[in-house]
């Protein structure tokens, strides 16, 4: 699939991207940034005790995730270990004329040029506290590997992507977790819920971000 997607800006000043095929955007239109801190960040990443983090994205997409974590561990002083899985890489036309740099305070441009600059299927050090690996994966059709703390769950919503939100897709992320281990999503579906009890997990619905009434966080027991 060619996703040819369009550069918009949303309500907090923050680009997203639309992909006309799916009509579908990477983000809230109500805020690009307010939204992955919201969900990622803040009922993910911040949930967690540990100096020693491993993160599992599902959707690499912009690289906005990666960036606002990459900020959060330098400023907390906790080593994150962040493996990020994406279908369709964006060109560097796209992540370069995205206005996340402006938005990421001191260090934060040299820091998502590093994130996006950093080769596929390679682990590197992006700084002292962050460490990424960016992987081309098809989660429906290959397995990942490793055992993660956290996993960022992004892909494209249910309606659009449904191959991403299967029992056999969420097997597979169960297979590389632990007790303890922390699921975040903004999807809220009934089904997700479902599946997500029955592979063990205890889920839960949080307050959204702007625009959006309730999230997901599931623990696995």
Sequence with gaps: MKL?????????????????????????HFGAVTESKHIFIGAGLGSISSDNISILEVGFGTG???????????????????????????SNAITEALNYRSLAGPGGERIFDAIHTAPWETEVNVTPWFTIHKREMDLTTMTPEGVYDLVYFDAFGPDKQPDMWTMEVMRKITGVTHPGTVLVTYSAKGELKRMLRELGYDVAHLPGP???RVITRAVKK
């Design 4 to 28: 040819d997607p369009e550069i918009k800006v949303t309500a907090d000043g923050s680009h997203t991207l639309y992909v006309p095929s799916l009509d579908e955007h990477y983000h809230s």
């Design 210 to 212: 702007p625009g959006k």
């Design 64 to 90: 906005l995730n990666a960036l606002l974590t990459a900020l959060y561990a330098d400023d907390k002083h906790i080593n994150v270990s962040y493996v990020t899985l994406e279908k369709y890489p964006l």
